[in-house]
């Protein structure tokens, strides 16, 4: 299946290049979404660590800190 682009307010099929280009910048974008995810599951789990060595939930940590 031709993908397809708006070029100036003109609907056409992409070109092999461009295709390719934006096929490539789709997987870019994904793989950088996929490792902010990552990150933030990563730092939640470190703070619910401190939280669960502390004994706190987060709502009294911050109440504590707020």
């Given at each position: 299946?031709?993908?397809r682009i708006s070029d100036n307010g003109?609907?056409?099929d992409m070109t092999a290049d461009e295709e390719?280009?934006?096929?490539?910048?789709?997987?870019?974008s994904f793989a950088k979404a996929k490792a902010r995810a990552d990150a933030q599951?990563?730092?939640?789990?470190a703070r619910q660590a401190v939280l669960?060595?502390?004994?706190?939930?987060?709502d009294e940590a911050a109440a504590l800190l707020g």
């Open positions: 299946m031709t993908m003109v609907d056409r390719t280009e934006f096929l490539a910048w789709q997987k870019r599951t990563a730092k939640d789990l669960d060595k502390l004994g706190l939930t987060a």
